[in-house]
């Protein structure tokens, strides 16, 4: 399953990836230190349990084989004993001496084994050999599949299939004949199942911008990657998770966890980066904490415990930056302004689990919250002291929406996506939402979508099935008709 779905901006990307170092000495005692390698002592002993089990079959079979195929060479050789059943090792022996493996490679004298009889069985030199393909080509074939242009388009899949967690780094060729080709650049590996995902061009490294995602999972630490290095192994920052474990002492104990300072103490369900402070970070847990992460010190630097259940989305406002919404499981979302920390802040009930939420980035008192039971609820803050009903409400879908997104150049263009594994385009327009485009991706239930600002009607789209698909949205006859004047859509035209 894909989980979550980000666009790197065009031209941030190195147009070759560095290819990571491998770790050093004390690298790998600090991840072993780290506990991430770390088993029980029961697995641990399981384990080896199973392991001599099969080192013992392996070796029997191994044995076996053997012993047959050196009773068949003593076979043909006439050597072998009327009683197979019984054959010794030292007859064995004879038979493979036999052989002479030792001199197997070497020429019989006054044999050639490329007569003239035989016709021309091989080229004068490997520059005449069709077969045979020069070391330059390949590097410089190998170099160019590597190479990501600046009219490419990346996109980025946190991906889980198999119990295999990592994140998938795709590329969208844009091609002069309209045509798209897409494939995966690199891959990350995980150390957990991923949730949630935000890119930021944080300067981790000193550089002026960077190029880095970081994901949320199953497990309380947030880990940041550099998406310009290739099979890299350790995260560039971890924000919390787990210092240390206590190994219970007795049967039916749990075992007790220490967690870094600052740590969520469970799941990282959202992350939202801040665009205008772009070391800010912000973070929704099961833990029902809301915490505000300094990326470029590892830090945490605030903790709001402002829900009464799992947090599950939160999101800044792209024009008043210290604004930060959240929802929740509690049925509610709660809006914090940071210049205003004594302030209680402002809170909307809502009628379902909080899926997802979204600001508005054409103006800064809108923004969408969408529902475990298909709905849609819009509201705008300008009310929030007089009035907290939404200033619309809609059945969207028949499942949860998962997620929905504005698109940053197409005002009042709305995309949502469902676990009934639909997409759909809505025209919000007076607050009257009107469905305009409907798609089965056949992506299965819908989980992550997200509008390209580089091809404002390009929408990736990531579901249960693991497959990263694409919608040209421009191709709908309701957006083209409604929209595609107002958008500066340059990019390519796909629709895997």
Known sequence: MIAAVSWVPKGVSKSVPAVAEPPSKEEIEEIIKSGALERTSDDAESEREEEEDEDMEVDTSKQTD????????????????????????????????????DNYDEEDEGIELFSSGLGDLYYPSNEADPYLKDDDDEDSEELEDMTIKPKDAVIVCARNEDEFSHLEVWILEESDEGESNMYVHHDIVLSAFPLCAAWLDCPLKGTEKGNFIAVGSMDPAIEIWDLDIIDEVQPSVVLGGVAEKQKKKKKGKKTSIKYKEGSHTDSVLGLAWNKHFRNILASAS???????????????????????????????????????????????VVLKDGRIPTHPGFKWSVTADVESL???????????????????????????????????????????????????????????GSTDKMVKLWDLSNNQPSCIASKNPKAGGVFSISFSEDSPLVLAIGGSKGKLEIWDTSSEAGVSRKFTSSSKQNGPRADA
């Open 286 to 332: 099961a833990d029902k904490q809301v915490k505000i992460w300094d990326v470029a010190t590892g830090k945490c630097d605030i903790t709001m415990e402002h829900h009464t259940d799992k947090v599950q989305a939160v999101a800044w406002n792209h024009h008043e930056p210290q604004v930060l919404l959240s929802g929740s499981f509690d049925h509610t």
């Open 66 to 101: 053997e012993v047959s195929q050196a009773l068949a060479v003593a076979d043909a050789l006439g050597r072998a004993p009327k009683n197979k059943s019984t054959a010794k090792f030292d007859d064995i022996t004879e038979g493979l001496k036999e052989l002479d493996m």
């Open 358 to 416: 979204a600001w508005d980035p054409h103006n800064s008192h809108s923004f969408v919250v969408s529902l475990e039971d298909g709905t849609i609820q819009g509201f705008d803050i300008r009310t929030a002291k007089s009035d907290l009903k939404p200033s619309f409400t809609l059945h969207a879908h028949d499942k949860a929406v998962c997620s929905v997104c504005y698109n940053p150049s197409v005002p009042n263009l709305l995309a949502t």
